[in-house]
């Protein structure tokens, strides 16, 4: 059974930094490319990034562009989001998924993490 | 990148057939996919590649595609089916979601 978990998730400041962390297991994790997408409360998802099986390729969300960095360790199944100068609109529900082989959508999902940017 | 639109709700009495539309400018060339979103829960792929269903998901969602709009239907509509629905799409430098579509049921 492939099992996907975020976690990392925490109330932080604008201008804040916060780093995800999302460990899959029962997955051939080397194989899959990795994705980012998030939920802002009451709203539709939104991708943020993935990244290549390995890191030679990464893409982001333009209103993340400069501000967020996604990387992977291959070794640890892990993926790793890191959010530098959060601002209130980055406030939202943060899944890590798992990108079918060879093609763009996403076959396995975790339960979330939660990143609210407050004062 | 290119935009997904998708109606925001649709409603349908039990027993009866759902069809959600999602159009874009890309989806000639691109493959869509289809998730379910129940509240509180993460979501769950239910379509992939305009038509294929992954193992588990009941033979009642079907997806089909023509020129710039890809749809999913379901047949025989339950109550465990109500729900949030996303299309979703990408392009060689990103991936787009369409807005979702609430299903009510009636």
């Known amino acids: 059974e492939v099992q996907v978990v975020e976690s990392g998730g925490a109330v932080v400041q604008p201008g804040g930094s916060l780093r995800l962390s999302c460990v899959v297991s029962?997955?051939?994790?080397?194989?899959?490319?990795m994705t980012w997408v998030r939920q802002a409360p009451g709203k539709g998802l939104e991708w943020v990034a993935n990244i290549k099986e390995d890191s030679s390729e990464e893409y982001y969300v333009e209103p993340v562009k400069g501000r967020f960095v996604i990387s992977r360790d291959n070794i640890k199944t892990s993926v790793y989001l890191e959010m530098n100068y959060l601002r209130a609109e980055d406030t939202a529900v943060y899944y890590c998924?798992?990108?079918?082989?060879?093609?763009?959508?996403?076959?396995?999902w975790g339960q979330g993490t939660v990143v609210t940017v407050s004062p | 990148s290119f935009g997904l639109t998708q109606p925001p709700s649709v409603s349908v009495s039990p027993g009866q057939t759902a069809t959600i539309s999602c159009s874009g400018d890309?989806?000639?060339?691109?493959?869509a996919y289809w998730y379910q979103q129940k509240p509180g829960q993460a979501p769950l792929m239910i379509i992939y590649k305009d038509t294929e269903r992954p193992s588990g998901i009941p033979d009642r969602f079907s997806g089909s595609s023509s020129g710039t709009t890809v749809t999913l239907t379901i047949s025989g509509v339950q109550a465990e089916d109500e729900a949030d629905y996303y299309c979703q799409s990408a392009d060689i430098i990103g991936v787009v979601f369409g807005g979702g579509t609430r299903l009510t049921l009636l």
């Open positions: 998924a798992t990108q079918i082989v060879g093609a763009l959508g996403f076959d396995h």
């Open positions: 890309r989806l000639p060339k691109q493959y």
């Open positions: 029962g997955y051939t994790f080397s194989n899959s490319w």
